[in-house]
């Protein structure tokens, strides 16, 4: 077995006795894998060892890796997520390749991904961001802009509001950090408590990273994602938004 299997069968364990921790269903929570900076063979392993969502954060890396699995012919089709910074100027190459955004922070970017996404593609998977830790700088709305947004996102002919990502900074403490992802876990809650028309795939809670995946588990995410605990550390770090 290769090693990226092997690690594979590790997170989804963790996965499991995180669930069986928090009293919560063994399936109740989806793995993305995280593949960036990682090429298209890592990538191709993972799917043969049964992934089938990876997660890319920078645009050019992703739109060619992407094309570069398709042409194996031993890999499945596989479910890609955008969960990097995304600029004015990269919605188009967003819209055309990828499933799922998780990093919608603003209306004007959810309205150019609407626009721009091909008219033979089902809609493209939203989930908006938020930020509740952090400063101006950060991505993400503030935690009272959620519900505009969301509103704004599923009035978009070519959308699909799917739920609420996060990327909270490292706590002190696992007590800290907890408290932090049940924040999150609050706003996704206020939404799909709210009667809005458009939420009936309003399912997902994308929280979590190779180090805190318990407590976010514990704080109610459905879907964790994982990049070092799979593909091992990254050589090359934040590379500017490319
Ligand atoms: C890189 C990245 C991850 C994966 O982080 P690991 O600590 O390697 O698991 C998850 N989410 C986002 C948004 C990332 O940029």
Redesign the pocket.
Known sequence: MTTIAENLLQIQSRMARACDGAQRAPHSVGLLA?S?TFGADAVREAALAGQRAF?E?YIQEAVDKIAQVRAMADVPALIWHC??PIQSNKTRLVAEHFDWVHTVDRPKIAQRLSDQRPADLPPLQICLQVNVDGGETKSGCSPQEALALAQAITALPRLQLRGVMS?PDPQPTPEAMLAVHRKVATVFEQIRASGLPGLDAFDTLSLG???DLELAVQAGSTLV?????IFGRRSYPAAPAA
């Open positions: 995280v960036k997660g954060n969960i990097g990327i990273m190779t180090d994602r994982v990049g070092s605990g």
